[in-house]
C-alpha cells in the first residue's frame, strides 16, 4: 500500500471593521449662569432660576424660559470646531421640564446655520394635561444636527418655548446643555490569508498468483 500526501491551499477572507462609537465634546454648559455662558441676548421670558429641591432643574440651577413665544440662543463658530469633517453629525443633549404646559404648546430646540433660510427643530415636547398640572422632567435627551453644506460658517442653537400664555404659564426648564461631534465610522478593511491543508490518499496493490500446470 502506497500513501501519497495531497497539498491545497484555502484562501480566507477576513473583513474588520473598527467603530468608533464616542462623542468628541465641543462644549457644554450646566446652565448656572447662562447670562455669561455664549448665550446670546435673552429674550423677555428667560431668567435664571434656582432649584434647590430639583424639581425642574437637575444641577439645582437652570435657565426658565415662559412664553408667550420666547427663546435663548448660542452662536458657535465653525472654525473654533477641531475636526468638524471627521464628524458624521454633531450632537446636541439637553435636560427639559415642562411646567403649566397645556396641549397645543412645545418647548422645543432648534438650530440654524448661517446660511440657513431658518431654524430646524431637532426636538419637540409638547403639554397636555398632564404636564399643564405636573411638571414632567425629560432627562438626558439627545437631537443630531446634521452637519453644514454650502459654506456655512456659524451655527445657532435655540432653546425656547413656544407657548401662547401672557402671564407667564407656559415654562421650559433647560439644563444640562452641550454639543458633540459624532466620529464618522472607520473604513472597512479586509485581509485575505492562505492556509494550507495536508490530504493523505492511499492507494493498494493487488497480486494474482496463477498455480503451475502439471
Known amino acids: 500500500m502506497a500513501a501519497h500526501l495531497l497539498l491545497s491551499n484555502v484562501a480566507i477572507m477576513l473583513s474588520v471593521t473598527i467603530m468608533t462609537s464616542s ?3 465641543i462644549w457644554n454648559d450646566d446652565m448656572d449662569d447662562f447670562l455669561n455662558t455664549n448665550w446670546g441676548a435673552a ?3 428667560a431668567s435664571q432660576y434656582a432649584d434647590a429641591s430639583s424639581a425642574f432643574c437637575e444641577s439645582q440651577s437652570c435657565v426658565s424660559i415662559a412664553g408667550g413665544h420666547d427663546w435663548i440662543s448660542r452662536q458657535t463658530s465653525l472654525s473654533d470646531i477641531a475636526g468638524l469633517d471627521g464628524y458624521s453629525a454633531l450632537e446636541l443633549r439637553f435636560d427639559v421640564t415642562l411646567s403649566d404646559v397645556e396641549a397645543g404648546d412645545y418647548c422645543r430646540v432648534s438650530y440654524q446655520y448661517d446660511t440657513d433660510a431658518d431654524y430646524t427643530a431637532i426636538a419637540s415636547f409638547e403639554g397636555s394635561s398632564e404636564t399643564e398640572a405636573t411638571p414632567e422632567k425629560h432627562v438626558a435627551q439627545t437631537a443630531s444636527i446634521a452637519l453644514p453644506t454650502g459654506g456655512a460658517t456659524t451655527l445657532t442653537v435655540r432653546l425656547e418655548t413656544d407657548g401662547n400664555s401672557a402671564k407667564g404659564g407656559d415654562v421650559c426648564y433647560f439644563d444640562s446643555v452641550s454639543l458633540s461631534g459624532v466620529p464618522a465610522t472607520s473604513t472597512t478593511t479586509t ?8 490530504t493523505t490518499a492511499s492507494t493498494s496493490t493487488t497480486t494474482t498468483t496463477t498455480p503451475a500446470s502439471t
Open 191 to 198: 485581509t485575505a490569508a492562505t492556509s494550507t491543508t495536508s
Open 43 to 45: 429674550s423677555t421670558g
Open 23 to 25: 462623542s468628541s465634546s
